[in-house]
């Protein structure tokens, strides 16, 4: 039988009582699946229940065949080793033991003599050269993606389980993961914003408040078919507007007519002629008249209102979150940083950097580059501050920020609302929350704690304080921007740096990202030196 995921009903709520799907029937079949939707939607977490990691508030998820999962090695025991890794550290030990004369009889047929060849196999195509006995710790965070992905395919499941398999790795790693899936012939489930890689996709699934939608082919055909769809709402969405405003309209004349009916009613009773008792028969038919018309017309305008919402809704699942900021003031031909023969490290005559030296003049937009562990994350350290060279001199000559991938500058105990005050204190209530709800953090949205928020939504947050205040910093330095934002939110924050007019220097493998935001000089870091720009 064919490799299948179905998901029968299912539910699933936060411990907070927040749902986040519902109902929800769907199937994956054995085909490259990208799986996009918001920060929040709920990507991850449906993965963790298909792996049965988590379980369905209600409902349930039917897998035949097997399933493999990417794991994310952020935070490893000192102990692990790329053996613990494969889960093959017991076939090692006894593979050592045949091949020292001591294993039994017993032993001998359990022994796995091309044990040490698929693992080297393995790890080679992952770009590794490495002992089955080195600890995970001694690894970078590239490194250890690569290592995961060998070990899940080293597990040949049927269903790939992907949870954003290209952050934290260089060109070279985003190329290999690329390759291993164009060659993948089991079902894959690939949770991802690289747009590079979604482009080859069977399929692309979308997780939104209205449920989950299926759309054939790569990126550039999901892009296409949601463009549309997006076209068709904001018609629907003036359509039951107009009809709004048209109920609204006809109610009131309708109040207004049956208000002037009743009025001459009354007058031509105030004259006399008419009979009490059918005086008070006409009052009573008039009060009821009125009762019935006034239930009609709330009947009608509450439908209208409720097609309105409905439309409205749509379209905020649709549209993108808009980003427009204010000028920075950053002068042209603005000295902005100088590297002055740095040569800098973590520990003493172990230089990681040589002999660095940059100047960035104005609204320069500058990428650094290199492979993992080239030493980029410890020139940010540098320029920033938070590492001292071992040699020479960093100056930052204007106001700057800096995001690394934790977002270190937001108090994880406070809410978006009270970090975005405290970084912008001069401003008041309403740009508070007019600046929040530009990066889609709007009414109590922007009172949620930053510790309860995922990834994503965490970048969000501080893209929002940090560009959203109303002198924005005159540089910006950004770690690897793109690994946790949406695609929805990525596409913004891209078109609000095309119009911030300040200086920029990111760390970044998107391609993609990099050309939509016009960097124009490239500075590539190999052992620590520069490699051109």
Same mark, same amino acid.
């Given at each position: 039988m064919?490799?299948?995921?179905?998901?029968s009903?299912?539910?699933f709520?936060?411990?907070?009582?927040?749902?986040?799907?519902? =109902?929800l029937?769907?199937?994956?079949?054995?085909e490259?699946?990208?799986?996009?939707?918001?920060?929040?939607a709920?990507?991850t977490?449906l993965?963790?229940l298909?792996?049965g990691?988590?379980?369905?508030?209600? +409902?349930?998820?039917?897998?035949?065949g097997?399933?493999?999962?990417?794991?994310?090695?952020?935070?490893?025991?000192?102990?692990m080793?790329?053996? =613990?890794? %494969?889960?093959?550290?017991?076939?090692l030990a006894?593979?050592r033991k045949a @091949?020292?004369?001591e294993?039994?009889?017993?032993? %001998?047929?359990d022994?796995?003599?091309t044990?040490e060849?698929?693992?080297a196999?393995?790890?080679?195509?992952a770009g590794?050269?490495a002992?089955?006995?080195t600890?995970?710790?001694?690894?970078?965070?590239?490194?250890?993606?690569?290592?995961?992905?060998a070990?899940?395919?080293f597990?040949?499941?049927? %269903?790939?389980?992907?949870?954003?398999?290209t952050n934290?790795?260089?060109?070279e *790693?985003?190329d290999?993961?690329?390759?291993?899936?164009?060659?993948?012939?089991?079902?894959?489930?690939v949770?991802?914003?690289?747009?590079?890689l979604?482009?080859?996709?069977d399929?692309?699934?979308?997780?939104t #408040?209205?449920?989950?939608?299926?759309y054939?082919?790569?990126?550039?055909a999901?892009?296409?078919r949601?463009?549309?769809?997006?076209?068709? $709402?904001?018609?629907?969405l003036?359509e039951?507007?107009?009809?709004l405003?048209?109920t609204?309209?006809?109610?009131q004349?309708? $109040?207004?007519?049956?208000?002037?009916?009743?009025?001459? +009613?009354?007058?031509?009773?105030?004259?006399?002629?008419?009979?009490?008792?059918?005086?008070g028969a006409?009052k009573r038919?008039a009060?009821?008249?009125?009762g019935?018309?006034?239930?009609l017309?709330?009947?009608?305008?509450t439908?209208?209102?409720?097609?309105?919402?409905?439309?409205?809704q749509?379209i905020?699942?649709?549209?993108t979150?808009?980003?427009?900021?204010?000028?920075?003031?950053?002068?042209? *031909?603005?000295?902005?940083?100088?590297?002055s023969?740095v040569s800098?490290?973590y520990?003493?005559?172990?230089a990681?950097?040589? =002999?660095?030296?940059?100047?960035?003049?104005?609204?320069?937009?500058?990428a650094? $580059?290199?492979?993992?562990?080239?030493g980029k994350?410890?020139?940010?350290?540098?320029? #920033?501050?938070?590492?001292?060279?071992?040699?020479g @001199?960093?100056r930052?000559h204007?106001?700057?920020?800096?995001?690394?991938q934790? !977002?270190?500058?937001?108090?994880p105990?406070?809410?978006?609302?009270?970090n975005?005050?405290?970084?912008?204190?001069?401003? =008041?209530?309403?740009?508070?929350?007019?600046?929040l709800?530009r990066?889609?953090?709007? $009414?109590?949205?922007?009172?949620?704690?930053?510790a309860?928020?995922?990834?994503g939504e965490r970048?969000?947050?501080?893209?929002a304080c940090v560009? *959203?205040?109303?002198l924005p910093?005159?540089?910006?330095?950004?770690?690897?921007?793109?690994?946790?934002?949406?695609i929805a939110s990525l596409e913004? !924050?891209?078109a609000?740096?095309?119009?911030?007019?300040?200086a920029?220097?990111?760390?970044?493998?998107?391609?993609?990202f990099?050309a939509r935001?016009?960097?124009?000089?490239?500075?590539?870091?190999?052992? +620590?030196?520069?490699? *051109?720009s």
């Open positions: 064919p490799a299948s995921i179905t998901l009903a299912l539910s709520a936060l411990p907070d009582g927040r749902v986040l799907f519902s =109902d029937d769907f199937s994956f079949n054995q490259r699946t990208g799986l996009v939707g918001r920060n929040g709920g990507k977490t993965l963790k298909i792996s990691e988590y379980l369905p508030s209600a +409902g349930r998820v039917s897998v035949t097997t399933l493999g999962s990417l794991r994310q090695l952020q935070a490893v025991p000192d102990d080793t790329l053996a =613990d890794l %494969f889960g093959v550290r017991r076939a006894l593979l @091949e020292a004369g294993a039994s009889a017993a032993d %001998f047929a022994v796995d003599w044990l060849a698929r693992l196999e393995s790890l080679g195509r590794l050269e002992e089955a006995a600890p995970l710790v001694c690894l970078s965070g590239g490194q250890r993606t690569r290592a995961a992905l070990a899940l395919v597990q040949s499941p049927d %269903f790939l389980l992907l949870d954003e398999p934290n790795l260089d060109r *790693g985003r290999l993961v690329a390759r291993l899936l164009a060659g993948w012939r089991g079902g894959a489930l949770v991802s914003h690289d747009r590079e979604l482009e080859q996709m399929a692309i699934v979308e997780l #408040t209205l449920g989950a939608a299926r054939g082919g790569g990126w550039s999901f892009e296409a949601k463009a549309l769809e997006l076209d068709a $709402a904001r018609h629907d003036a039951a507007e107009r009809q405003e048209t609204r309209e006809k109610t004349l309708a $109040a207004e007519k049956k208000a002037r009916k009743d009025s001459a +009613g009354k007058r031509k009773a105030a004259r006399g002629g008419a009979p009490r008792l059918l005086i006409m038919r009060e009821v008249s009125s019935e018309i006034q239930k017309s709330e009947r009608q305008i439908e209208a209102e409720a097609d309105a919402a409905a439309a409205r749509k905020e699942v649709l549209e979150m808009a980003v427009r900021l204010p000028s920075c003031r950053l002068p042209p *031909g603005r000295m902005v940083l100088t590297l023969g800098a490290g520990v003493p005559d172990q990681i950097l040589h =002999d660095l030296s940059l100047e960035v003049r104005g609204a320069e937009r500058i650094l $580059a290199g492979a993992n562990g080239s994350s410890t020139l940010l350290n540098v320029i #920033t501050g938070a590492l001292t060279p071992f040699e @001199e960093a930052v204007v106001p700057f920020v800096m995001l690394d934790e !977002v270190s500058l937001l108090d105990a406070e809410t978006i609302l009270g975005f005050r405290r970084l912008n204190p001069q401003a =008041d209530e309403n740009g508070c929350r007019a600046a709800a990066f889609r953090f709007r $009414a109590d949205a922007a009172l949620q704690p930053v309860t928020l995922s990834g970048l969000r947050a501080g893209l560009l *959203g205040g109303a910093p005159q540089l910006l330095i950004l770690d690897e921007p793109t690994n946790h934002l949406d913004a !924050v891209e609000g740096l095309v119009a911030y007019d300040g920029v220097i990111v760390v970044s493998h998107d391609e993609a990099l935001i016009g960097i124009a000089r490239r500075l590539e870091l190999r052992s +620590g030196r520069w490699t *051109g």
